[in-house]
């Protein structure tokens, strides 16, 4: 079946750290991959997407390479801010059949002043 | 631009009442979504609806049913509440399908607990 898996949090870093959130998926077919954030007490939103294999998206700071080698989608920033705080989720869409968007458990990040 | 919005933000019912959640976007999406968000669990799809008068079963839909009467609503109606649907509910929309070039737009939620 189809399925997205990130690691477990929460992921605690102090200010100006390094990020790297991993994503894996498994899925049939040509899926688009998206990150979303979802901010204390806030609905999901979108922070960046790939749409096929070796897209790179990116927003805000953040990145995320569409590698189909190894069926991943790993969510990086340079250095992060404590406004950075959030619950992050990896996503894939496929565009044959249904409508239906399949989510990671989110990661929730700490970042420290 | 209001976008996606939710009402009530908080609720709180006792097991076997009934109630009825308001999503509307303003966005002129054709695809609407009812999701649930568990801890450790992500997200999982209840109901949606292709358009106006459309409504489709999800991943989680037992419990639960809907109603697209116009274009910018979607209704989730809980008819008899029980403790396991204690959970953070979320309306979506989408301009199309799902896909790449259409994705996801959320309210803030629905926080219900059902004792």
């Known amino acids: 079946g189809n399925s997205v898996t990130q690691m477990e949090g929460p992921v605690t870093l102090s200010e100006e750290a390094f990020l790297t959130i991993n994503c894996t998926y498994t899925a049939t077919g040509y899926p688009s991959l998206f990150w979303y954030v979802q901010y204390p007490g806030e609905g999901l939103q979108l922070l960046l997407k790939?749409?096929?294999?070796?897209d790179k998206g990116s927003n805000k700071g953040f990145e995320a390479t569409y590698r189909k080698e190894t069926t991943s989608f790993h969510l990086e920033k340079g250095s992060v801010q404590v406004s950075d705080s959030a619950v992050y989720f990896c996503a894939l869409s496929l565009n044959t059949g249904g409508f239906k968007t399949i989510f990671g458990a989110g990661t929730r990040l700490f970042v420290k002043a | 631009n209001a976008g996606v919005t939710q009402t009530p933000k908080f609720r709180v019912l006792k097991t076997g009442q009934s109630m009825t959640l308001l999503c509307a976007q303003d966005m002129n999406h054709e695809y609407m979504y009812w999701y649930r968000q568990d801890p450790g669990m992500g997200l999982r799809l209840i109901h949606y609806?292709?358009?106006?008068?459309?409504?489709a079963k999800g991943e989680v839909p037992d419990g639960y049913n809907v109603s697209r009467l116009k274009k910018q609503n979607f209704l989730l109606g809980l008819e008899s509440a029980a403790p396991s649907q204690t959970s953070v509910y979320f309306c979506?929309?989408?301009?199309?399908?799902?896909?790449?070039?259409?994705?996801?737009?959320f309210g803030n939620g629905t926080r219900l607990t059902v004792t």
């Open positions: 979506a929309s989408s301009l199309i399908g799902q896909g790449g070039n259409s994705p996801l737009h």
């Open positions: 790939a749409t096929k294999a070796d």
């Open positions: 609806s292709v358009g106006e008068g459309t409504t």
